[in-house]
C-alpha cells in the first residue's frame, strides 16, 4: 500500500496547525478510511501530547526521522497505513521543506487576519520549492465577518483555498484537552461538519483520478 502524505503547515505560530491535524487524523477513522499514522515535527509537541491521553488506540503515533523520511513514509505503507499526518512547527523552515518534499497534499491553515496574510510567505515559498499547490483552510473565524470573505480572495493568489470555512469553537480546545476531537465532543454539531466537509475535499484531492487530472492539466 502507498501511504498518502498529508503535511499541514505554516511558518506562523497560532495558525491552528495541530487542531487541523488532530481533527483530520479522528474524522479519517471515523469517516472508515483509516488506517492512520500521525508526526510531530514541533518541539512543543501539541498533538504528540494529544496522541499520549487519547483514551483509544485507533490512531497510530510515529517518530519522525528527518533524515530518512521517505523511507519512513514507504515502511508504513509496508505496514498498511493508508495516510500520514504530519503536524509542523512555525519557523525551522529547514524541517519543514523536508516534510513538504514528500507530501501528496499540503494544508495550510490560516486565520482570516491581515496579520496572519503577511506571514504566509515563507510557506508558499517552500510549497514552491517542492513543486505542491497548496490547499489553504481558513478557520478560527468568526461568523458573518466580512474579513473571511476577503481573506479567501487573497488565499487564492497563492493557491487552492478550501470551500469549507471551520469557524471559531470552544469545543475544540475542549476536545483536544482530553485526547478527543471535534468530532467525538459534539458529533452532530456544525463544527463537527465542518471537519466531515473538510476531509471529504481533502480526499477528492488525494485521489487517483485528481493526480491524474493535476498531471494533464501540467
Not at 20 to 32: D, K, W
Not at 79 to 95: E, R, S
Not at 184 to 207: F, H, Q, T
Amino acid at each position: 500500500m502507498t501511504t498518502k502524505v498529508i503535511v499541514v503547515s505554516n511558518t506562523k505560530g497560532g495558525a491552528g496547525k495541530s487542531t487541523t491535524a488532530i481533527n483530520l487524523a479522528v474524522q479519517i477513522v471515523q469517516a472508515g478510511d483509516g488506517p492512520v499514522c500521525m508526526m510531530d515535527l514541533d518541539p512543543q509537541g501539541s498533538t504528540a501530547k494529544w496522541w499520549n491521553v487519547r483514551p483509544t488506540e485507533d490512531i497510530a503515533y510515529a517518530n519522525v526521522d528527518l533524515n530518512n523520511l521517505a523511507s519512513q513514509v514507504h515502511e508504513l505503507g509496508a505496514k498498511g497505513v493508508k495516510y500520514l499526518i504530519i503536524d509542523t512547527p512555525p519557523l525551522m523552515v529547514d524541517n519543514v521543506q523536508l516534510a513538504i518534499d514528500v507530501a501528496d497534499l499540503v494544508i495550510v491553515p490560516t486565520r482570516p487576519s491581515p496579520m496572519d496574510l503577511m506571514s504566509l510567505g515563507p510557506t508558499v515559498e517552500m510549497c514552491r520549492a517542492a513543486d505542491k499547490k497548496p490547499l489553504f483552510v481558513i478557520n478560527g473565524a468568526a461568523h458573518r465577518a466580512r474579513i473571511t470573505a476577503d481573506t479567501a480572495i487573497a488565499l487564492s493568489e497563492h493557491g487552492r483555498v478550501c470551500p469549507v470555512v471551520v469557524y471559531a469553537r470552544t469545543d475544540y480546545a475542549t476536545g483536544i484537552g482530553a485526547g478527543l476531537s471535534m468530532q467525538e465532543i459534539a458529533p452532530r454539531s456544525k463544527g463537527s461538519d465542518e471537519v466531515a466537509e473538510l476531509w471529504l475535499y481533502a480526499k477528492k484531492l488525494l485521489s487517483p483520478a485528481a493526480s491524474k487530472q493535476k498531471k494533464v492539466i501540467a
